[in-house]
């Protein structure tokens, strides 16, 4: 089936994954100025190139984690906020391009399909 095939679950995935990571930066930045807040982080990339080397994509996880790491202020707080406003429109620029990838692959196959008649 073409929306089963290997391409259609990798973009998919990174779709879901660079989703989950503009939600988690939107949420730091929400938080910017809560005291004891500690940043969220979304880490997918490194499992789904291991689970397309096992040809197995509908496995790889994208996971949520708190990062204990970066500078602290005096709340407790470590959110950078001009960290995670390139981070966000690093984000953005990725799920824009992915989008763009799925729509070309299926206008390729559309015209495929009809044999380049419209």
């Known amino acids: 089936m073409i ?3 290997i391409t ?3 973009l ?3 779709l879901d994954g660079t989703w989950q990571r503009q939600k988690a930066i939107a949420n730091n930045i929400a938080n910017h100025d809560t ?3 500690k940043a969220l ?3 997918f990339e490194d499992t789904l190139v291991r689970e397309i080397e096992k040809n197995n994509v509908k496995d790889a996880k994208i996971r949520v984690y708190i990062d204990n790491s970066g500078t602290e202020r005096a709340d407790g707080n470590n959110v950078n906020l001009d960290f995670e406003n390139i981070e966000m429109a690093k984000a953005q620029l990725q799920y824009q391009y992915l989008i763009r990838s799925m729509t070309d692959m299926y206008s390729r ?3 495929a399909v009809s044999e ?3």
């Open 3 to 5: 929306g089963d095939s």
């Open 8 to 10: 259609t679950a990798i």
């Open 12 to 14: 998919q995935k990174a």
């Open 35 to 37: 005291p004891g807040y």
């Open 41 to 43: 982080r979304v880490s």
């Open 109 to 111: 196959l559309r015209y």
């Open 116 to 118: 380049g008649k419209k």
